[in-house]
């Protein structure tokens, strides 16, 4: 357990509510994650797995090989959340050297987001302590 020093420390808290059903899309191997949000808006990852979840668009035959994945979601936040626009491709050496499944099956990414403005409603609390 992480220990914090009370007078030298920063308190973050982020309350986000969101409403209505954004729907998770499949990306396949030789595609990319693009999203662009409005000016104002930015992109908040919200699930993100790597594998070969189910058949579907990005796996026609599962040869017995699907039900394995890998949560990627804090990749996908490292390098999407908080900006207006995200390119990753889906067969990025990261996600590959991951290998959810066994190699000889290729993986694909299985991602929901949205883009959530300042202003947004959905937005409760953005809460800030700072004990200097």
């Known amino acids: 357990m992480a220990q914090m020093d009370a007078h030298n420390s920063r308190i973050i808290l982020y309350v986000v509510f969101l409403d209505g059903d954004i729907d998770t899309k499949d990306y396949c191997p030789s595609e ?7 000016p104002d808006d930015v992109i908040l990852m919200e699930h993100a797995q790597y594998g070969r979840m189910r058949s579907g668009r990005c796996v026609s035959g599962h040869h017995g090989v ?35 499944c066994s190699k000889d099956f290729t993986s694909y990414l299985e991602a929901k987001y949205t ?4 202003n947004s409603p959905h937005l409760v609390s953005i809460f800030a302590v700072d004990k200097n």
Do not use: M, W
């Open 66 to 100: 699907i039900g394995c994945a890998v949560d990627v979601l804090t990749f996908f936040d490292r390098k999407c959340s908080g900006r207006t626009h995200c390119v990753v491709y889906v067969a990025d050496p990261a996600l590959q050297k991951l290998e959810p």
């Open 32 to 38: 990319h994650f693009n999203v662009t949000c409005p």
């Open 115 to 118: 883009c959530l403005s300042g």
